[in-house]
C-alpha cells in the first residue's frame, strides 16, 4: 500500500506532530509514505526517514494551481491513496486534484468550526471518506448533512513516552528564571484569537492578588503576539506573565507546570492537553469542540462553560490552593493517556479505513 499525506502547515504544530506519528506508524506496519508539504515546512525533517518528502509551493486556499502541482506528484508517485491532513488550501485543492487523478481520497477535519449545508453537500463529495480527530466533529458534520457511512472518528494520539519522566523541578524554575515558590500556570497553543489567552490574562490579573507566587508561561507563537504583549503591559502583568516560545524540548518541561489552562473558544480535540495529561499535569479548559474527550471533568481536569472567565478564574483557584488535588487528577490524567490515546491505536484506525476503502473500490471495479 502506498499513501500520499498532503500537510499544508509550515510548523510543527499538534497537527502536523499526528501526521508524522501517523506516517511513522505506517512505515513500521510496512507501509510505503509520501509527503507532500510546503517548501521549509518543519515537518519534512521529522518524517525524512519514513516518508519521501516533496516540498510544494501551498500558498492557501486562494492558491488553485496548487490542484495542479499535486496532481501531478499524484500521476508521478501513483499512490493508492491521497490522505489529506489539513486546510490552508489542501483540502479543496487536494480533493480537486485527487478527483481529477481519479484517486481514492481521504480528509483529516481537525476543526469544529461548522461549515454551510450546501458547502458541505458540494466540498465533501470530493472525498471518499472523513476522519474527525473527536467525535464533537463528527457530530458536526452529522448536523450539516454528511452521510454517517461516510465519516469515522478516529482520536488524536499522543506518545506518551518523552513525556513520564520526572521533571527536574529546580532545573524547570532555572530554565523560565522563575522564582523558587512560583506557582506555574501554562498554556501551549497558537497565539490566534479562538485559543483564548485573553481570557487567561484577565484571570491572572484576579488571581494574582492572592498568589504572590503566581506566574503564567504562554508557550507557542503567532500573529497575536504584540496585542497580548499589549494587554499584559497595559494590566501590569509583564513580571507574572512571559513568552516562552514554540519550544521543541516541550517533553523536558511540561511536566514542571502545576496546571495547563486552555480556554479556547473552537478546539478539535487539543493535542496540547493530552501532552499535559502524559506528563501528569492537571488541566482547566472549556466545554468546546472536542475538549470534553480529553478531559474528563472531576477526574483529569475542570471544564468551564466557554468564555466565562469568572469560571475560568475560580477553577484556576480551586487547584491552586490544593495540591492534592492537583496531583490526583495528574496521576488519573496519565493513566488514562496511556489506555485510550496511544498512537497505535490512531495508526490502526486510519489504516483500517484505508483497507474498507481499497477494498470498497476493488469491489466496485470488479461489478
Excluded at 500520499?4 to 506519528?21: F, M, N, P, S, T
Excluded at 463529495?125 to 454528511?146: F, K, M, N, P
Excluded at 480551586?318 to 495540591?323: A, E, T, V
Aim: proline share 5%; glycine share 10%.
Amino acid at each position: 500500500m502506498k499513501i500520499l499525506h498532503v500537510e499544508a502547515g509550515k510548523h510543527y504544530y499538534g497537527g502536523a506532530r499526528q501526521v508524522a506519528y501517523i506516517i511513522e506508524g505506517l512505515a513500521a506496519r510496512g507501509v510505503e509514505n509520501v509527503l507532500a508539504c510546503p517548501v521549509g515546512a518543519d515537518i519534512a525533517t521529522a518524517v525524512g526517514a519514513n516518508a519521501q518528502v516533496h516540498q510544494l509551493k501551498m500558498r492557501g486556499d486562494a492558491d488553485i494551481g496548487m490542484t495542479s502541482r499535486l496532481a501531478r506528484l499524484i500521476r508521478a508517485e501513483r499512490p493508492d491513496i491521497v490522505h489529506l491532513h489539513s486546510r490552508r488550501g489542501a483540502d479543496l485543492w487536494g480533493g480537486l486534484a485527487a478527483r481529477l487523478t481519479g484517486t481514492p481520497c481521504v480528509l483529516s477535519r481537525r476543526v469544529d468550526n461548522p461549515e454551510a449545508r450546501w458547502q458541505v453537500a458540494l466540498k465533501y463529495r470530493l472525498y471518499d471518506h472523513v476522519i474527525t480527530i473527536s467525535e464533537a466533529i463528527r457530530q458536526v458534520l452529522l448536523s450539516e448533512g454528511l452521510a454517517p457511512e461516510k465519516v469515522s472518528c478516529v482520536r488524536s494520539a499522543v506518545d506518551a513516552a518523552p513525556y513520564l519522566a520526572p521533571v527536574d523541578r529546580a532545573g524547570f524554575l532555572r530554565e523560565f528564571a522563575l522564582p523558587d515558590a512560583s506557582l506555574v500556570i501554562g498554556m501551549v497553543a497558537q497565539l490566534i484569537p479562538r485559543k483564548g489567552h485573553l481570557y487567561l490574562i484577565e484571570a491572572a490579573d484576579t488571581l494574582r492578588h492572592d498568589y504572590p507566587g503566581l506566574r503564567v508561561l504562554l508557550f507557542g507563537k503567532g500573529p497575536m503576539q504584540a496585542e497580548l504583549e499589549a494587554e499584559i503591559a497595559r494590566r501590569g502583568l509583564s513580571d507574572i506573565i512571559r513568552f516562552a516560545g514554540f519550544r521543541t524540548d516541550l517533553p523536558k518541561w511540561l511536566g514542571g507546570l502545576d496546571i495547563l489552562a486552555h480556554p479556547a473558544d473552537m478546539e478539535g480535540l487539543g493535542v496540547s492537553l493530552l501532552q499535559a495529561s502524559a506528563a501528569a499535569v492537571p488541566i482547566v479548559t472549556s466545554r468546546a469542540g472536542g475538549l470534553p474527550e480529553a478531559v474528563i471533568d472531576g477526574v483529569n481536569g475542570l471544564l468551564i462553560p466557554r468564555g466565562d472567565v469568572a469560571a475560568l478564574t475560580a477553577a484556576l483557584r480551586r487547584l491552586l490552593d490544593d495540591p492534592g488535588l492537583r496531583r490526583r487528577m495528574g496521576e488519573t490524567g496519565r493513566a488514562r493517556i496511556l489506555s485510550e490515546f496511544s498512537v497505535d491505536a490512531m495508526v490502526n484506525g486510519n489504516l483500517a479505513i484505508y483497507n474498507t476503502l481499497l477494498k470498497e473500490r476493488r469491489f466496485e471495479a470488479s461489478t
